[in-house]
């Protein structure tokens, strides 16, 4: 247990062996207490509300509303202090396409708020958890829909249990900072304190909840917001500065509900595909729900002629491929995972951007010279481009607007945008020494009844660490693997989504041209059985964090791992 003097109320450091003893204290009080507090369990049954059928949503009812940015929270002085309420939306305010939702979320919004700070500053963020105790019943009943299906190592956190990460931040990962093997159980909260370096990279990050076995319920519910480290105006292309003036902040979503407007069954979150099959219907393709902009359905963003805006597009899916177009207009790609490319990398016109669960993508749009209405897209994809490994077809997003009016802006270029380069000409593929691997495993066992969700062939447990030498150069390969070919029914190798905390790393991408690009990012899509190998080093900050795969249900089941920086010579390492 770790006790922060600001709030004296307790915070559950993730330690396996205790957790386990926990549990059975859980089950053994639930004994006694289900004859109390009988009938808790079913205080999760609302009733079915005609209007969440899992019909498809009428746009033109529901969407078509002026794009609007989620609000916005700015540091002062240095500071961010703010504080998050993590509570269920009131169902008589909330509603999603008219069906009335209780979903977890921050402040009962269904987006977080927009955190905007500058290099060096600190964010105080207190957040708490006001989510109802579960009853033991409860508890039992979450765990169930769990381990029925995945080969557990640990005990999951119950879905009204949650903690914070600050997605792609190079924070400390211990302490009150960005740690994710914290756990905020109901009714407690936690001061953070995280620090961003004077040095930190500027550009577009997230926040979200990330407790193991909470974590995809709570962000498929919208726990989930923009994290923004902004433009220091004194080095910032003037084209650049014009462009933020308008800017747009994509925090796209798929939020889940079944129909009685919650979501509360981790296996709904699961791919889907046969929506015939009783146990699909509740899945996302099956349930004809839709991405959301900062809770929007199809917003309307409009420009004039000629006018260049920046879009942060962020993917906070809890599992979704985005392909993002604009009909008839360029994308000019600026930064990757918050990472400034230090050029202007031009996507023609029907080539889209791809987001994974977890990217982000900074473009500037130069709005068409003709004016009219333009589709923002979700492309059509193949299944063996999509992470349910389905067709999916094509999808509207959002609309475009261009009006008569007319401002011709310019776009910054390629040299203006070279010096914002977070790492300079740094190409870590020359000074790495040590190899370390990430399989991706999802497999059978042989009767086919629950699945294998693992890094390196173990699921998750807070007890078993992979040591990482403070400074080190790495390469780490990353593959994914499903079941042999003798197992009935074998799973193939299915794609997965690597991020590893605190620190990026260097990938080779094609880059619009077709050419090799050395890029930063803290994200990747890894389509077995191929290996990508990606580069990385562990600087400034020791202890403990995880890399995990970024379709969030695979996390929670298991397929995440504990690494740890440690500042004294780690012999595998090399
Ligand atoms: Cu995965």
């Known amino acids: 247990m770790l006790c922060f003097s600001l709030f004296q109320n307790e915070v559950i450091l993730r330690k396996g062996k205790?957790?386990?003893?926990?549990?059975?204290?859980?089950?053994?009080?639930?004994?006694?207490?289900s004859v109390l507090i009988l009938g808790s369990s079913f205080a999760w049954a609302g009733t079915i509300n005609p209007n969440c059928a899992y019909k498809p949503i009428d746009i033109n009812k529901y969407g078509g509303q002026p794009f609007q940015n989620p609000p916005g929270i700015r540091a002062q002085n240095g500071r961010l202090d703010t504080t998050f309420n993590v509570q269920f939306t009131d169902p008589k305010i909330t509603r999603l396409a008219g069906c009335p939702v209780k979903l977890r979320t921050y402040n009962g919004q269904l987006v977080g708020p927009t955190l905007r700070v500058k290099q060096g500053d600190v964010i105080n963020l207190a957040l708490k958890n006001k989510l109802p105790k579960e009853s033991p019943n409860a508890i039992q009943a979450q765990f169930d829909q769990e381990n029925k299906n995945a080969y557990l190592d640990t005990i999951p956190a119950s879905f009204n249990t949650t903690n914070m990460h600050y997605h792609g931040l190079h924070v400390s990962p211990t302490g009150n900072s960005d740690n994710v093997l914290l756990d905020i159980p109901p009714q407690t909260e936690l001061l953070y304190e995280v620090k961003l370096p004077q040095t930190h990279p500027?550009?577009?990050?997230?926040?979200?909840?990330?407790?193991?076995?909470?974590?995809?319920?709570?962000?498929?519910?919208?726990?989930?917001?923009?994290?923004?480290?902004?433009?220091?105006?004194?080095?910032?292309?003037?084209?650049?500065?014009?462009?933020?003036?308008?800017?747009?902040?994509?925090?796209?979503?798929?939020?889940?509900?079944?129909?009685?407007?919650e979501l509360n069954n981790i296996t709904s979150l699961f791919p889907g595909g046969d929506c015939s099959q009783a146990g699909n219907k509740d899945t996302w393709p099956c349930s004809h729900r839709r991405i959301t902009i900062n809770g929007q359905f199809v917003p309307v963003i409009t420009m004039k002629r000629g006018e260049v805006q920046r879009w942060r597009l962020i993917d906070t899916a809890f599992r979704e491929s985005i392909a993002f177009a604009v009909e008839g207009h360029d994308l000019h790609e600026i930064a990757l995972d918050g990472n400034y490319l230090g050029r202007v990398d031009t996507w023609k016109a029907g080539t889209p951007i791809d987001l994974q669960p977890g990217y982000r993508s900074?473009?500037?749009?130069?709005?068409?010279?003709?004016?009219g209405e333009?589709?923002?897209?979700?492309?059509?994809a193949p299944s063996h481009k999509s992470l349910r490994q389905i067709d999916?077809?094509?999808?509207?997003?959002?609309?475009?607007?261009v009006i008569d009016e007319i401002d011709d802006m310019a776009l910054p270029t390629s040299a203006e945008m070279?010096?914002?380069?977070?790492?300079?000409?740094?190409?870590?593929?020359?000074?790495?020494?040590?190899?370390?691997?990430?399989?991706?495993?999802?497999?059978?066992?042989?009767?086919?009844?629950?699945?294998?969700?693992?890094?390196?062939y173990r699921a998750f447990s807070p007890d078993h660490v992979r040591q990482l030498e403070l400074n080190a150069v790495d390469m780490w390969s990353l593959t994914t693997e499903g079941d042999p070919v003798g197992v009935p029914n074998p799973i193939p190798p299915l794609p997965h989504v690597f991020h590893i905390h605190v620190n990026p790393f260097q990938w080779v991408r094609k880059g619009p041209d077709g050419s090799d690009q050395?890029?930063?990012?803290?994200?990747?899509?890894?389509?077995?059985p191929a290996v990508t190998n990606v580069y990385t080093q562990y600087r400034d900050y020791i202890g403990k964090f995880v890399?995990?795969?970024?379709?969030?249900?695979?996390?929670?089941?298991?397929?995440?791992?504990?690494?740890?920086v440690v500042n004294t010579p780690v012999a595998h390492a090399h």
């Open 362 to 371: 900074d473009v500037l749009i130069k709005a068409s010279m003709k004016p």
């Open 392 to 401: 999916e077809p094509e999808n509207l997003l959002a609309t475009l607007i």
């Open 18 to 33: 205790a957790m386990r003893n926990q549990w059975k204290n859980n089950i053994f009080n639930g004994l006694i207490l």
């Open 418 to 456: 070279a010096p914002l380069a977070p790492f300079g000409d740094t190409d870590l593929r020359k000074k790495a020494l040590g190899v370390q691997e990430v399989v991706f495993k999802l497999g059978n066992d042989m009767q086919g009844k629950k699945n294998y969700f693992q890094v390196n």
């Open 202 to 261: 500027i550009g577009s990050y997230w926040y979200h909840a990330h407790a193991h076995g909470s974590t995809s319920i709570q962000v498929g519910s919208g726990m989930a917001g923009a994290l923004i480290i902004e433009d220091d105006p004194k080095n910032t292309p003037q084209a650049l500065l014009a462009a933020n003036a308008n800017e747009k902040i994509f925090v796209l979503q798929t939020i889940l509900y079944d129909q009685k407007g």
């Open 547 to 564: 890399v995990h795969c970024h379709i969030l249900d695979h996390e929670d089941l298991g397929m995440m791992e504990v690494e740890e």
């Open 374 to 380: 333009y589709r923002i897209i979700d492309q059509s």
């Open 518 to 528: 050395l890029v930063w990012k803290d994200t990747l899509l890894v389509q077995g």
